[in-house]
């Protein structure tokens, strides 16, 4: 089991989580070139060790996670929120 | 190599075994050849061997950077079908099972294929019109394919869950010429046929590195020295991408990520065919093996991974998934489970295709179907390898067709590879 450490609910298993993707793909503007939709739709460095991918709470707070995570050993380094305004948010509100 | 008849058999028998020579030679690498395959599992090795037996290319080198049988050569549930409907795939997977029907006697080696029936159960109305019109289909072009109403079934498997109120089983889509094999047996069968035709395999020979000339791969860097090939094909699954990006190509439509299978402990005959069970967010394929144990596996383990390892939840999942349609098994003891590096697509289709280097070839993307796809596989990238342009059914089976927008999108899931089990 991987443990991630949820910024809004704490450590939890990897199983109330469900997986995103690649959390660095920087979509282009709606003008932009069918090579670069094409490119940052369908192609992915796949990389083989650590890498920033995304991560929702889905079972938890519903909040999206980037997650920097070995591909290799499962090592995660850090946990932070997609959205780090929403945070703000929800301790304002606590 | 000693031939495998009657008469080897029955001379060795008198003779106490003793004169059995080497399955393959264990060569020393040679500085150059005219096609190194890259990747010694079933789809390079089926590869090499159809390099030399259908077109004459003989110095051909397999480099594998463990040892044959290792990888996803050994970590399959060993399933063979050919229930296809998209145009290509269809025809492409048809092949390799008529490759299959004859396998044993082509490599003059026993790959126990064995035609015990596809089942893949329906559930909901819904799920029989959507299997029927795949079916039917396959039908139009050739394939065995039938449907079994509730009574066929019953009297074929009377031991499936029927009284499951969730999910009640109606019927099931039925492919009898599908079945497994042994697939330890698969890999030695083609390393040994094609060392016999003079292929060179060698083992711990783990690339490092790419030399480039004039645009051209000119030498490949590898742990046994460097190794010079005029052509050069990749066949190495879930590890494509650091292949691709060692030889500076970029990005691939390719995540690589694992899937489990499961094996228990033998019992006594129990299951005559391969059953496939999906409803929900289940999914389950379970057979048994000549030695009887039952042998099955589930879904990914839904995160990107290049661990040769699986996690827990998906153990869970696959026996939960067991105990809804086979309670039976409920005593029955795992022996062990595995996971193997898959490469996921973004469509879920497989690409057979030239590269931007003009001497490198790729063959990847098998998903969760690459051990019954390995026959074909090895024929149609050998075609390619050797004729310099793709055969009608894998032209559309590569890099450009996303950008052109025709995917192969078997099962209409998007481009998310997970989703394309």
């Known amino acids: 089991m991987i443990r991630i450490n949820c910024p809004y609910c704490g450590e939890r298993d990897h199983n109330e989580f469900s997986y995103g993707g690649d959390a660095t793909i920087n979509y282009p503007s709606l003008d932009a070139s069918e090579k670069e939709w094409t490119e940052a739709i369908f192609f992915r460095k796949n990389i083989k060790g650590f890498q920033f991918e995304t991560w929702h709470h889905s079972n938890g707070c519903r909040m999206w996670l980037v997650v920097e995570r070995s591909t290799v050993t499962h090592e995660i380094k850090s946990v932070k929120p997609c959205h780090p305004d929403l945070q703000k948010v929800v301790k304002n509100n606590k | 190599m000693t031939?495998?008849?009657?008469?080897?058999?029955?001379?060795?028998?008198?003779?106490?075994?003793s004169y059995w020579t080497r399955q393959w030679r264990d060569p020393e690498p040679k500085s150059s050849y005219d096609v190194v395959i890259i990747g010694g599992g079933l789809h390079g090795l089926a590869t090499a061997y159809y390099l030399a037996k259908n077109h004459n290319i003989k110095n051909v080198a397999v480099l594998e950077k463990g040892w044959i049988g290792g990888g996803n050569a050994g970590r399959n549930t060993t399933i063979v079908r050919s229930n296809y409907m998209m145009p290509g795939n269809h025809e492409f997977y048809e092949h390799s099972?008529?490759?299959w029907e004859n396998l044993s006697h082509e490599l003059n080696y026993n790959v126990m294929f064995s035609q015990r029936a596809h089942v893949s159960l329906f559930h909901s109305p819904g799920a029989k019109d959507s299997v029927s019109r795949i079916y039917n289909i396959m039908r139009l072009?050739?394939?065995?394919?039938?449907?079994?109403?509730?009574?066929?079934?019953?009297k074929k498997i009377p031991h499936l869950n029927y009284h499951n109120s969730r999910f009640p089983i109606l019927g099931a889509a039925v492919q009898k010429r599908a079945g497994n094999a042994r697939h330890d047996a698969v890999a030695w069968g083609y390393a040994r046929a094609a060392d016999t035709l003079g292929v060179d395999i060698l083992q711990n020979c783990e690339v490092t590195g790419f030399t480039r000339k004039n645009g051209n791969i000119e030498s490949i860097q590898t742990s046994r020295g460097i190794i010079k090939g005029k052509k050069i094909g990749f066949a190495v699954a879930g590890n494509t991408s650091v292949l691709w990006q060692m030889a500076e190509l970029g990005n691939l439509p390719i995540e690589s990520h694992k899937l489990q299978a499961f094996v228990s402990e033998a019992v006594k005959p129990l299951l005559d065919q391969v059953v496939v069970y999906g409803v929900g967010g289940a999914h389950f394929?379970?057979?048994?093996?000549?030695?009887?144990?039952?042998?099955f596996g589930?879904?990914?383990?839904?995160?990107?991974?290049?661990a040769q390892r699986g996690n827990l939840p998906m153990v869970q999942d696959v026996a939960e998934a067991a105990m809804a349609i086979f309670p039976s098994l409920g005593r029955i003891r795992l022996?062990?489970?595995?996971?193997g590096v898959m490469d996921m697509t973004m469509d879920g289709s497989f690409f057979i295709c030239k590269t931007p280097i003009s001497n490198l070839y790729l063959n990847a993307g098998w998903n969760y179907g690459g051990f019954k796809a390995s026959p074909a596989s090895g024929w149609y990238f050998a075609d390619l390898i050797a004729n310099e342009s793709p055969h009608n059914y894998v032209q559309n089976h590569n890099l450009e067709r996303f950008e052109k927008g025709i995917n192969i999108d078997e099962r209409g899931a998007g481009p998310d590879p997970k989703l394309h089990g």
Do not use: P
Not at chain 2, 143 to 154: H, I, N, Q, V, Y
């Open chain 2, 141 to 154: 072009h050739g394939t065995d394919a039938e449907l079994w109403d509730l009574k066929t079934l019953k």
């Open chain 2, 298 to 306: 589930g879904d990914l383990d839904w995160y990107k991974s290049y």
């Open chain 2, 3 to 17: 031939k495998f008849n009657a008469w080897n058999v029955i001379k060795n028998g008198l003779n106490g075994q």
């Open chain 2, 335 to 339: 022996l062990r489970h595995w996971a």
């Open chain 2, 285 to 295: 394929y379970i057979s048994q093996s000549d030695k009887g144990s039952m042998v």
């Open chain 2, 97 to 99: 099972l008529k490759l």
